[in-house]
């Protein structure tokens, strides 16, 4: 193998040749050799292929271990992550050894960055920091040290490289590419299910019933008046009619432009513990403050998400993913293909 004329080639020549190829191949190319790895991992080819726009992949969040007597086989696994490639209906993995941290526990993901919720790897306490990473150039970095409480309890909310938001229901901190947190009250009527960003302005839902029965409201909340601790607004319309009451455990998913969409199960009845008959996906446009229907599962797939009293939601924009536990597969609603699920 070490007589190949490729190796009598030089690096520039080489780096050159594999920056001709789409950003799936290199991927590919760089499980092929060490030689293929050197050359593809390198900082100079990173530099090469680092201004191309990201690729729209879906990741997934890896198990987290909580418990001490399985941290030492988290610890010793091979740090990486999955990504789905719905452009070419595939699987594919990234190794993050490139990251100087112990544990690393992906929260949140936009334009082709990746964050991070990892320990201190020179702590001996568990001393967790925000980084953000791009797996495919390896670079990383990390954010301003924050306490352990708010990996704990609050929610990552991301929209681009410079704007990072960590919500819980009393506090936020909010980060916009300086080398501190801005810390202001958030002042919700409880905790916030599945924030987002949108724009300049921040979308909650919050759950404002009675401990024995949930009623979801949607709020929101600009990012200047929550650093004036201004109180949120509680969006609604008499048009809305019952929107809120038909699905059951609703969470929001950033869509495409500037729309939200919200997704739970479909509620067979209004009573206490009703049954769901699919998973419905709305969509309110924030121009005209109107909801539509977007999607739902189809019956014969929503079959292996019944048994489950919990699902997982996560994507974005024209593609919504699912899965839940013991179903072992994930459902997609793909708003760019002709087939509505997959």
Known sequence: METSPIYLLPQDTLHQIFSGLPLRQIMVCRSVCKLFHQILTSSCFIDLIATRPPLPLLALRPPHHHHHRHQHLHLSSPQGIRVFDPDQDQWLRFTLDFLPFRSPHPVASSLGLVYLWADSPNSPEPNKSLVVCNPLTRQFRVLPQLGSAWSRHGSVLVDSANRVMVLTELAALYFSGTNQWLKFSSNLPSKPRSPILVSDSVYALCDVGS????????????????????????????????????????????????????????????????????????????????WDEAGRMPLEMFKCFQESSKFKVFGGGQRVCFSAKRVGKLAMWDRCSTNVGK
């Open 211 to 290: 401990p024995w029965r949930s009623q979801w409201k949607l709020f929101s909340c600009t990012i200047a008046n929550l650093k004036n601790s201004h109180t949120w607004t509680r969006l609604e319309r008499h048009e809305w009619g019952d929107v809120f009451d038909i699905l059951k455990r609703p969470r929001l998913v950033r869509g495409s432009g500037n729309r939200i969409l919200m997704i739970g199960g479909l509620k067979s009845s209004f009573s206490l513990n009703a049954s769901c008959s699919t998973i419905l996906i709305l969509r309110l446009d924030l121009d005209t403050l109107e």
